[in-house]
């Protein structure tokens, strides 16, 4: 029962501004209107709260702290209930038909800076209250202050330049919003609509909220708890729940931080690497909270790209007290959240890979890649990220990895360089002609088994000093080693060698003797500076340019081989059948190189010599 007439103001000039945007925008997330409305309420118990510490008289002191929501789907209303601060004539007038407060002015600021055309805008500023007006034909807030001896009111308005406000008698403390659906957002009245809203925004809000009479939010913002009270099984919980996960996860990180930003940060490495698995690329999907409200449920800058496997939540105190959304529009922010998290993140990552040496593996095995992708990508946090990397190499067992740290540790005082060779499997590159010469010379040559580690290593470049360098490259010179016994002597070596060129033409660009070699007769080095063998691959199963240029080697011959030896006695007394030896050998070193790319020749030439047999 009113007490006194309704008056009817005008909203002010920005507000009406404001009101025309947001309703006339055809922003396809209406739905974060129910977050605004939902953290408004949140805050006024908060703000009651803090009030009931220092006031003593407060109006209907002994009502419970809590947010409920109604929808009447034959009505098409939802209903907004909280039992806070609440607002009086005054505040109501203000608060509501005036732009004091800084998310909406921000808003207007960035559309005027030329961000009409973008509807988006809307969904990133929140633009609180209003954004009630997207989907109502008309709003009624009823409010009683906590201030006992002022009277309850109703604000009413339907958006379109003008408001009223009403007493009303019989109000409960606090505030209660009725919107009244439009035609087209009847959604919004419906249970299974809100509770989906809710749940996806308003999860960890610390008021409890009820939708229809039921409890909606079950979860407790775990991140925000101390680390020695929360019990495993509560982790778990809440990864699966925050995550959408079934699995357990494979790392959690937990961390609060106060400078320079307060951070209270819960991070999971899930157990699989669904990309690895041959899914699609993992986008980014750690939230970002402010106080416990979403403000995005996958920003895009919060982490960098490499760092895109992690799930969890980040939240941040330093969006300013008085709840501003719009502060996450804030790049530097964004940019300092995303240096403070990931250099923990990497701390973290060093402190398992000295203490847990057995986790980090298996993190590794599954998630390395992205380390790589980092180590090459990210300069920011390359040196941390090359710490971190891990190896096969020829002086580790099958399976056990090594980091460059180690290697350079084992490293003799001559050695002034760190080889690697790329190849498929331990195997490839132990039964390839490449190793021996390292071997023999007791240097350890680090093993790379996935496609991209050559990128990787010709990005990362150096180590503590270190050239990296791959071990088939024609730079690489290594010390002599005495000669063996009944090797070719160097006329002979000489003279083989020009039969050879002659012999091979164009396939080869020269013919050498090796020191790389102790067993294998012969190696190709790829004589293309600027195109590796295993770039080459990538090229031609890209179908790029470049790819299609006949291969051109270097071929190494070994002088001690029984091969050579046989070849150089039979090069003058069968040219025929040395030329079809000559050609194989060549042949073979192409395959081990991964530079043969038409064996048929081949198999019609191995008939042939099978029949000098
Ligand atoms: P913001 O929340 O960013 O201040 P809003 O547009 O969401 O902006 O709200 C405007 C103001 O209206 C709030 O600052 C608050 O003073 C008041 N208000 C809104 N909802 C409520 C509520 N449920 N209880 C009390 N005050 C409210
Ligand atoms: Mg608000």
Redesign the pocket.
């Known amino acids: 029962m009113s007490t006194a007439t309704p008056q009817k103001f005008e909203f002010q000039a920005e507000i009406k501004q404001l009101l025309d945007i947001v309703i006339h925008s055809l922003y396809t997330e209406k739905e974060i209107f129910v977050r605004?409305l939902v953290?408004?309420a949140s805050?006024a118990l908060e703000k009651l709260r803090h009030t009931q510490l220092t006031e003593k008289d407060i109006f209907e002191e002994s009502q419970s702290l809590e947010i409920s929501l109604t929808t009447d789907d034959k009505a098409k209303t939802l209903t907004i209930q909280d039992y806070g601060v609440g607002m009086t004539r005054e505040e109501l007038v203000k608060n509501l038909g005036t732009i004091a407060h800084s998310?909406s002015k921000q808003f207007l600021k960035s559309l005027s800076e030329g961000g009409q055309k973008n509807s988006n805008l809307i969904g990133q500023f929140?633009v609180?209250?209003y954004s009630a007006f997207m989907v109502a034909k008309s709003v009624k807030v009823y409010s009683h202050s906590w201030k006992k001896d002022e009277p309850g009111h109703v604000w009413s308005s339907d958006g379109s330049g003008s408001y009223e406000v009403e007493q009303v008698d019989g109000l409960s403390r606090g505030t209660k919003i009725v919107i009244e659906l439009k035609d087209d957002c009847g959604e919004y009245a419906t249970e299974g609509r809100v509770k989906d809203i809710l749940e996806r925004y308003s999860a960890f809000v610390s008021f409890p909220i009820n939708l229809n009479g039921k409890h909606i939010n079950t979860v407790t913002a775990l991140w925000l708890r101390s680390k020695n009270e929360i019990k495993e099984e509560e982790y778990t919980e809440f990864y699966k729940f925050q995550s959408h996960a079934y699995d357990e996860p494979l790392m959690r990180l937990h961390f609060s931080a106060d400078a320079p930003l307060s951070i209270n940060a819960l991070l999971f490495v899930p157990k699989e690497n669904t990309e690895k698995l041959g899914f699609s690329r993992l986008e980014p999907s750690v939230s970002l909270y402010c106080r416990k409200v979403l403000i995005d449920a996958a920003p895009k800058d919060l982490l960098p790209e490499w760092l895109r496997f992690l799930k969890g939540v980040v939240d941040s105190e330093d969006i300013p007290l008085n709840?501003s959304r719009e502060t996450m529009q804030d790049k530097a922010l964004i940019e300092k959240l995303n240096k403070v998290i990931t250099k923990r993140f990497l701390k973290f990552l060093d402190e398992e890979a000295t203490q847990r040496p057995e986790e980090f593996a298996k993190f590794y095995a599954t998630f390395g890649i992205f380390l790589k992708e980092g180590a090459a990508m990210d300069f920011t946090h390359k040196d941390q990220l090359v710490k971190l990397l891990r190896f096969e190499s020829s002086l580790t067992e099958k399976t056990k990895n090594t980091s460059l740290a180690e290697y350079v540790s084992r490293m003799g005082s001559e050695q002034k360089e760190i080889y690697y060779l790329v190849g498929k499997n331990r195997a490839a590159i132990e039964s390839g002609p490449y190793l021996e010469g390292f071997k023999a010379r007791n240097l350890e040559v680090l093993f790379c088994y996935e496609p991209v580690d050559e990128y990787v290593m010709n990005n990362v470049r150096e180590f503590d000093g270190k050239k990296i360098i791959a071990a088939d490259h024609g730079d690489v010179k290594l010390a002599d080693i005495p000669k063996a016994e009944g090797a070719l002597s160097d006329d002979q070596v000489k003279e083989l060698t020009k039969w050879l060129k002659d012999t091979l033409g164009d396939r080869v660009a020269e013919v050498k003797s090796s020191d790389r070699l102790v067993d294998s007769p012969a190696l190709a080095i790829n004589s293309d500076k600027f195109m590796s063998a295993h770039m080459r691959r990538m090229m031609k199963a890209m179908d790029k340019d470049g790819a299609d240029t006949p291969v051109k080697v270097d071929l190494e011959i070994n002088p001690r081989a029984a091969v050579m030896k046989r070849l150089y006695e039979s090069h003058t007394t069968s040219p025929d059948r040395s030329k079809l030896v000559a050609e194989q050998i060549l042949d073979n070193a192409l395959i081990s190189a991964g530079l043969l790319e038409d064996a048929t020749p081949m198999v019609a030439r191995l008939y042939k010599l099978l029949e000098t047999v």
């Open positions: 605004e953290s408004n805050d998310g929140g609180g209250f709840i």
